[in-house]
T-cell receptor, first 111, second 113 residues
């Protein structure tokens, strides 16, 4: 059973702080990982993909992957109230093209 | 930009009605998916398709069927709607070269009364 685990939160951070969202996965064969942002009542939006160990930066977002520890994280620098949303982590392996999604972490950025 | 559209944002149907949810993508993606999302349960895969005329069952196919007559269009059918099918339905697509990156439509919030 492939599983992706996330703390449901909410994670509350002050505006301007770094928000750190974490995810662990059970399938050692997972090669590709994704972070989606989902605002309340809206659909998930892909914000980051990471395929190799290490860090990947895109603007205020940094994704980190550690395959040995089966751990993926998303850092959001200079957090803004508009970043308040649920963040879904997903992992994929093999040729099925179907990611396994976590249940998401709720992030609240307060002014 | 990838664009995935769904036929309705909100839908209210009665128990026993046949319900059609349509999804269209404009990126020539081979792969299309239907999920439902419920509070506390996350995203659950209903059906998916890797090509025209092809369909595969996901984790919760009972009570649903699908149709993919054209590459860009993937329809979800509730043969006889029931109250436990009240949910947010999300369509997604993916394709070459990044087959694992799914792009979601806006969702249809279906209420069955």
């Amino acid at each position: 059973q492939k599983e992706v685990e996330q703390n449901s939160g909410p994670l509350s951070v002050p505006e301007g702080a770094i928000a750190s969202l974490n995810c662990t996965y059970s399938d050692r064969g997972s090669q590709s990982f994704f972070w989606y942002r989902q605002y309340s009542g809206k659909s998930p939006e892909l914000i980051m993909s990471i395929y190799s160990n290490g860090d990947k930066e895109d603007g205020r977002f940094t994704a980190q992957l550690n395959k040995a520890s089966q751990y993926v994280s998303l850092l959001i620098r200079d957090s803004q109230p508009s970043d308040s949303a649920t963040y879904l982590c997903a992992g994929a392996s093999g040729g099925s093209y179907i990611p396994t999604f976590g249940r998401g972490t709720s992030l609240i950025v307060h002014p | 930009d990838v664009k995935v559209t769904q036929s309705s944002r909100y839908l209210v149907k009665r128990t026993g009605e046949k319900v059609f949810l349509e999804c269209v993508q404009d990126m020539d993606h081979e792969n299309m998916f239907w999920y439902r999302q419920d509070p506390g349960l996350g995203l659950r895969l209903i059906y998916f398709s890797y090509d025209v005329k092809m369909k595969e069952k996901g984790d919760i196919p009972e009570g649903y069927s699908v149709s993919r007559e054209k590459k860009e269009r993937f329809s979800l059918i509730l043969e006889s709607a029931s109250t436990n099918q009240t949910s947010m339905y999300l369509c997604a697509s993916s394709g070459q070269p990044k087959n694992y990156e799914q792009y979601f439509g806006p969702g249809t919030r279906l209420t069955v009364t």
